[in-house]
């Protein structure tokens, strides 16, 4: 008797596969096997711990979209639309044409950071200009890491009569932070060559963690409850300024936000009020409660709910001159900026007790790691204040051993 023959199973060609991160959230990624070549793609989506019913429901829907992705894939592969370079003659293209192409494509759709883009064409055309989608590989991506971190110049990108002006960037190399944003755009535009079948594969994402330039943890300048109180007792020679930027820091809307708030975005909810719109720098829409401190700012309300609320703001570099004078008349010695009235209100939300999720919706953040920073200053400032009842008593020993 012939025993029954085995079946094959076949393998799936991705496969969604998860990386844990340091906050206990997970990061869902791709695993994508084609013709013999293995590549990975990250969603950016992620599964968070599950405190709470909402959370349960958010990832529930996270895992919806990324099956979604996937089986998108498998049908992009299946029907040769992944791996399979078609366009004639993609390798001799040069980088810098795909990245204007790319570039004036963003500017049709509206999408913003186009002067960011713009300023890596200038790095990328100073790196290579004859650099072709051909050349594009792992060594291609680790040598222009290399070359940005360690000789590219803020300099280099000028004219010779801007560069010895009183306008030249300091000289130098860049930032940390800025080689990073350079490195997302460029590869943002490498992804959509790898859909427009101009590149086999995006070599930033088959680097290693290691091999990736680090995002610095990002410094958040705030204002300390103390701090907020003594601003808000000390006048400001433009009231409207000081309304704008003391609601901001109830509320923590972005200076963009600020200047588009109309007065049909302030809703009545539930016997308070709540304010609803839609963030300019990330189109996300966030609801927000206002408390009595927020409401408390805002001026008289208009009969035309079109009209903005606060009007004859001046512009944002005025702004910062007033917020500049106004803390020192404070006595704060801080500088302030709009950046500095949201980052004051997430360091509220995490003060006072609010959960990381809560504070996450209310700010607008797309990704809940954005919002831990606030939650690490709250801790330090708890260490700190713990250390300087260490020192009280340090000083009380001191001085009873002296007597």
Known sequence: MTSPKKKTKLKEPVRVRTKKLADGSESFYLDIYVNGKRSYEFLKLYLLPEVSAKVKEQNRAT??????????????????????????????????????????????????NIALLGSVIKVVTLYGKKTRMGDIDKKWALGFIDWLQNSYNRQNKVSEGIRNSAYAPKEGRISQGTAVSYISQLSIALNAAVRAEVLGENPFMLLSAAERVKKPES????????????????????PVVKQAYLFSCYCGLRMSDIY?????????????????????????????P??????????????DENSPIFSGLP????????????????????????HTSRHTFGTLMMTV???????????????????????????SKKIEAVNLVDKMFEKRNEKEEND
Not at 219 to 238: G, H, V, W
Not at 261 to 266: I, S
Not at 290 to 303: G, H, I, Q
Request: net charge positive.
């Open 260 to 288: 588009a708030l109309k007065w049909k975005d302030v809703q009545m909810n539930d016997g308070g009020y709540l304010l609803s719109v839609v963030m300019k720098k990330t189109s996300t829409p966030v609801y927000i």
């Open 315 to 338: 512009s944002l570099m005025t702004i910062n001159k007033i917020l500049k004078v106004w803390a020192k008349s404070a006595g704060i010695d801080k500088h302030l900026t709009f």
């Open 219 to 238: 410094q958040r300048q705030f204002l300390t409850i103390e701090e907020l109180k003594k601003i808000t007792a000390t006048d400001c020679y433009n």
């Open 63 to 112: 895992r919806a979209a990324v099956e979604a992705i996937k089986s998108q894939r498998i049908i992009d592969i299946t029907n040769g639309k992944a791996g399979i370079r078609r366009n004639a003659g993609w390798q001799k293209l040069l980088l810098t044409d795909w990245l204007d192409k790319f570039k004036a494509a963003q500017e049709r759709k509206g999408i913003r």
């Open 290 to 303: 206002l408390s009595n401190n927020a409401l408390a700012w805002l001026p008289e309300r208009n009969e």
């Open 353 to 379: 007790g609010a959960d990381l999720y809560t504070t996450c919706k209310l700010m607008g953040h797309s990704d809940v790691r954005t919002t831990q920073i606030y939650a690490k200053i709250v801790d």
